[in-house]
């Protein structure tokens, strides 16, 4: 043993290793040899040593080697021996201060050890020996060791997932022992290899009806008998990973009855512990646990045979909430604060279950319950003002945002009763007016109230869009609200804060609360809506183009939309039926269409085929389930909405279009055409596929379609043709009315100089001034200029000038003629 004392060199571990292995394979026969074990195991528990530096890089496979032998002793059934080699495990954690080496020896760093047992077996090795313990104090000691391990590594957490060591430990978490030491050490295990393994792992483990019946068992022994705090905590923690479970499926905790229990234990209030935190986290719990159950159909009839749905509903809004003075609010009890939190928790459940469980939701009056407390929450003021939820106005705001997403959660399922129960309740005027105070007193980086007054608008949408006298009801109050929200633009949709969905939502409630209703489109109308909308198209993204057209082309059965429309003009000055064309243009472009470079048409045969249609068109057969990708198209993107917008509005005489812009209007008119000639051509390529022969009259009618469509093709190419060559006409016009005008200038310039020179030469040689006056003598008449004026009639530019001449005889009395050029 002193050999072992000073020579526990690393180089010279394999050769102690194999003297352990001979010690334990004698030691059966001679016991002995078990003492000896004990004592070369205490002796272990000291640091490795070390000669050189690199020892400890080069014999690193050695030394974990090693401590893998140390473990293998655990087959030894000595129970002293058994021990040592737990308490040498635990020793590797330990920082005490080791004996002085001999000298030229040095011990290995203090986390030597501790990052050997990363690459050995000793996590296996003990986690597969404790199953053949009986000694319960010293297995209470192996999983002591095995938290220690499972704490220190998430390699070592790995180790032991290997070996289902979740499974194991939830397996063997009941054994008797009754200061529950066992099942703390248990559920610590369990927890640190949650967070150091794998999660989804140690869940599947988990996942067996014997282990959720033994995480049962733990949980109402805890529950009956925990008096103090850490049992109640232990308590707690089986809870949530019970909720783990149900959180990957909820159907083992069903078929165990477990679930009943958890979902009774939190419906009958005398089953429910003090007011604690212990006791306050156990309930916040358990509603989060029925958010993951409910997503089981078979635990929904757990739920209605415990009247979940009636213990929310109370919890979210209880008959007792009176209103406090604030002096009361400032001193709220502990109880009244976490019964705040179970409120808002509650309300969040409710949102989840409530569409789940509309029966119960009904039978409860569910809708009355949160209009209540939606009232409550505005009556007070406070819910507008910033703040902690359990304290101020932070409260309220946090009650009717909760209240709001579970109205939300309800209407969106479009049951007609829910929704006109909600109608009969006046629930229309009272939502409206909720979002005209969020509107006034909005903070646009107001996270929470962006995401409030979006959810109200989709609200208002639900109760609108089939009901005609919800529509009348939304009335000029509710215009205003979407007037104001549509003239804020679309500046901020990537701003992150949710005004995407405030602006989509915004829209959507135009197309559900305005169109459909004659007098609120006028009015809406009047207030410039139509306007408002071509602005958002303007300036919004792509991906808003959709709704924005869908909502303007049902606004154009209105007589009055036409007109709007038409005389809109954006910052640029460009007009609506431009605005469209380019939109068009740019569909075109992202759907791969093939277009000259003017923007016409370049294969008559394909004068509207997407790329994605070609490419399914070039495919060797049609799946018969499949949708047809002509009539798929049409829905997809924006190029029918902008045919039926023109249809409205017509294809004559629409103000501000470029040749351009003519050439794809001679496409968008034709667009009907050539998606029934398309369809018509891909039911003939079908028809070839499946080997159908047509008869001949068919065939002929067939083979007549198509050639009708690549007719209208041609001739559209060659209308287009005809506006680019009288563009070109007018361009050559104006080229050659500018050149004129130019040369003109330029002449004119000449003439002045001319004048000037001769000016300059009369006054000052008398000669030339002589000469000069016979030659007016020997002229009749002398021209000047009287003025001259910019031309622009018709589109053609020019200069207007008027000439007169006048006799040089002042014996001759004749009229002044004008003449213009």
């Known amino acids: 043993l002193s050999f072992l004392k000073y020579l526990k060199l690393l180089k010279e571990l394999t050769d102690i290793s194999r003297i352990l292995s001979l010690c334990a394979e004698k030691a059966t026969d001679h016991p002995e040899y078990a003492s000896f074990l004990c004592e070369a195991l205490k002796i272990c528990r000291l640091p490795f040593l070390q000669q050189k530096t690199t020892d400890e890089q080069h014999f690193a496979q050695e030394a974990a080697e090693f401590l893998s032998s140390i473990c293998y002793l655990m087959r030894i059934p000595d129970p002293d ?38 690459h050995s077996d000793v996590p296996k090795l003990l986690l597969l020996s404790m199953s053949a313990l009986e000694d319960q104090p010293f297995k209470l000691q192996l999983l002591q060791t095995l938290q220690i391990l499972s704490r220190s590594s998430d390699d070592i957490c790995a180790s032991v997932l290997d070996e289902r060591g979740a499974e194991s430990i939830c397996l063997h978490m ?44 733990s949980f109402l022994f805890l529950l009956e008998k925990a008096s103090q705090r850490w049992e109640r905590q232990l308590r707690n923690q089986l809870l949530m ?37 212990d006791g306050q986290q156990l309930r916040q719990l358990l509603l989060n646990l029925l958010v993951f159950l409910c997503r089981d159909p078979a635990a929904l009839q757990i739920l209605r045979e415990e009247q979940v749905m009636l213990h929310l509903l109370s919890l979210a809004n209880p008959d007792g909430d009176q209103e406090r003075s604030s002096a009361q609010q400032e001193e709220l009890q502990q109880e009244e604060l976490q019964q705040e939190e179970l409120q808002l928790q509650a309300l969040g459940a409710v949102s989840c279950m409530a569409p789940l469980l509309l029966d119960d939701y009904v039978f409860c009056r569910g809708n009355t319950r949160l209009l209540l407390l939606l009232d409550r929450c505005v009556g007070t003021g406070d819910c507008f003002s910033q703040g902690f939820h359990g304290n101020g106005g932070g409260r309220m705001r946090a009650k009717l945002r909760g209240c709001i997403r579970a109205l939300r ?44 007054m979006s959810d109200i608008q989709w609200i208002l949408s639900e109760l609108c869009e089939s009901d005609a006298r919800a529509k009348e009801q939304f009335g000029s109050g509710g215009v205003e609200m979407v007037v104001n929200f549509l003239k804020r633009g679309s500046e901020k949709f990537y701003s992150g804060l949710g005004h995407n969905r405030l602006l989509l939502s915004t829209v959507d409630c135009v197309w559900s609360c305005v169109v459909g209703s004659d ?86 045969k394909k004068p509207i085929l997407t790329h994605l249609q ?50 794809t209007l001679s496409i968008v008119r034709r667009y009907l055409n050539f998606k029934v000639g398309e369809v018509w051509d891909e039911v003939s390529r079908e028809l070839v596929l499946e080997g159908t022969r047509l008869t001949s009259s068919d065939e002929e009618a067939l083979r007549s379609i198509c050639e009708t469509s690549e007719e209208t093709a041609r001739r559209v190419m060659e209308e287009q043709s005809d506006i680019l060559e009288q563009q070109q006409s007018v361009e050559l016009h104006e080229e050659m009315v500018a050149y004129a005008e130019m040369k003109s200038h330029w002449k004119q310039q000449e003439l002045t100089a001319q004048s000037w020179k001769n000016y300059v030469s009369r ?59």
């Not at 330990?94 to 001999?102: A, D, T, V, Y």
């Not at 054994?175 to 999660?199: F, H, R, T, Y």
């Open 519 to 604: 007098a609120t489109e006028d009015y809406f109308l009047a207030k410039q809506g139509a306007s408002l909308l071509l602005d958002l198209l303007r300036t919004s993204p792509r991906c808003v183009h959709g709704v924005v057209l869908a909502t303007l082309l049902d606004l154009c059965d209105n007589p009055n939309t036409r007109s709007q429309i038409l005389s809109w003009r954006d910052t640029d000055g460009q007009t609506a039926p431009r605005i469209l064309l380019e939109l068009w243009r740019d569909e075109e472009e992202e759907l791969g269409v093939l277009r000259d470079q003017h923007g016409g048409i370049k294969d008559p």
């Open 174 to 217: 009941n054994e008797p022992d009754p200061s529950a030491q066992v099942l703390l050490c248990s559920s610590e295990i369990l927890w640190n290899l949650l967070e150091g393994g794998m999660k989804e792992e140690v869940i599947a483990q988990l996942s067996s009806v014997e282990c959720v019946l033994s995480l049962k068992e």
């Open 241 to 277: 990973i019970a909720t783990l479970i149900a959180e990957a499926s909820s159907s083992v905790l069903v078929e165990s009855l477990f679930a009943k229990l958890l979902v009774g234990l939190l419906t009958f209030p005398e089953r429910n512990p003090p007011y604690s935190s």
């Open 614 to 663: 070609q490419e399914v068109s070039g495919g060797s057969s049609f799946p018969a389930d499949s949708p047809s990708a002509a009539v798929l198209e049409v829905s997809e993107n924006l190029r029918a909405k902008i045919y039926l917008i023109f249809c409205c509005l017509g294809f004559q005489e629409l103000p501000g279009l470029s040749a351009e812009d003519f050439v």
């Open 81 to 118: 021996v058994r021990r040592c080699v737990v308490e040498a495990v635990q020793s590797f954690f330990c920082s005490g201060i080791p004996p002085k080496p001999p000298d030229g020896l040095r011990p290995t760093r203090p986390g030597y050890r501790q990052q050997l047992l990363k």
């Open 763 to 821: 006054t000052s040689a008398y000669s030339v001034l002589k000469e000069v006056k016979v030659q007016r003598k020997e002229q009749d008449f002398i021209t000047h200029f009287l003025s001259a004026e910019n031309r622009d009639v018709l589109g053609l530019r020019g200069l207007n000038v008027k000439m007169a001449r006048t006799s040089s005889r002042p014996d001759q009395n004749q009229e002044s003629r004008t003449e213009s050029d």
């Open 409 to 452: 959660a309800v209407t969106s399922l479009g049951e007609a009763s829910v929704n006109q129960n909600l109608c009969e309740q006046r629930a229309f005027h009272q939502l409206l007016g909720v979002l005209i105070q969020l509107q006034a007193g909005c903070d646009e980086q107001d996270v929470v109230v962006v995401e409030m």
